[in-house]
């Protein structure tokens, strides 16, 4: 197996940091990748209930073409 690596993320193979694309898995080897956080856009949108009762809620959601 191969691993793609660049320059803003880490990977880690059993607790030891891999920056060579042709690093080699073992059975049991764990892999961990760690990537930086980015924020997220808001995603406004409107939740609408059509129907409710005891038992169920049918809702319409309609996403925002605007940001």
Known sequence: ????????????VDGEVVTD????????SKLVYHRLPWQEPSAPYLLEVLYEDDDM???MVQLSSSV
């Open 57 to 59: 809620r049918i809702s």
């Open 1 to 12: 197996m191969q691993i793609k690596v660049s320059c803003c993320l880490q990977i880690t």
């Open 21 to 28: 694309p042709n690093t080699a898995l073992r059975d049991g």
